[in-house]
């Protein structure tokens, strides 16, 4: 569901249905308690209240501040990923200018094939969060062949050789990494606190009485703002590959690469 509604509206979409929702909600919860409940508008319970939702709201803002760490660190990483796999075949590519014309040419035709597959077949895949590794295998299988069934004869080959050879391997290892953090998503636990933790915060404000109508709405607006947002950067976070903020296969386009395109 998460990846859907980030594949299929903007984020400042999203703000507004998340926000702005959450907002709606508030106003309507006071306006409804200050009607049916004038014991709780005087603030008659306001001193239980408070400390109840002073107590929460440190224990759900520490819960927060831990996830959006944890997502931002992996987008990160992820983004620090992607540029570094991009880097590293692009190191195989110039790498092959030390073999003589034919073998250059099978190593490039090779690389090519491998960087169209990862940019025009798996990414659309990894915006949905289901990475097939398979639709890269044949070319990686292809690019290990070029190099299986060639033998360096000059010292300078032997050298380039061992140094390609030994990046592919980060290569294959950086794609590994890369097709994991496609399915990586918040465990359940976490997101019934994140989420659920919000349905039980924004109730809770509405029982803070504050005989004034405009400071209580400035109150209840404050909290479920900052709550929608909150929400918002969570899902945003959640998937690296989903979403406007979503890792880009830039990197797979530029430098030596981009003559393959």
Known sequence: MGIWLLN??????????????????????ALLVRRTHSRVTEGKYNDMVGVVLSMYAAIYGIILAFVVVAEWEALNDAETNVAAEASQTAEVLRDASAFPPEQERKVAY???????????????????GRPDPGLTNHEVVALYQVFQAYEPRTKAEKAYYEQSVATLGEVAQARRTRLADAQQSLPS????????????????????????????????????GLIGVSLLLCLTMDYPYAGDLAVSPAPFKEGVLAQFW
């Open 8 to 29: 299929n509206f903007r984020t400042l979409t999203l703000a507004g249905l998340l926000g702005g929702g959450a907002v709606l909600v508030a106003v309507l919860g």
């Open 110 to 128: 090779a690389v090519g094939e491998y960087v169209h597959a990862i940019v025009e077949k798996q990414w659309p895949l990894m915006r949905e």
């Open 189 to 224: 636990l976490l997101n019934v606190l994140i989420y659920g933790g919000a349905l039980v915060m924004l109730p809770l404000t509405l029982l803070y009485g504050i005989k004034s109508l405009r400071a209580q709405l400035m109150f209840v607006i404050s909290v479920a």
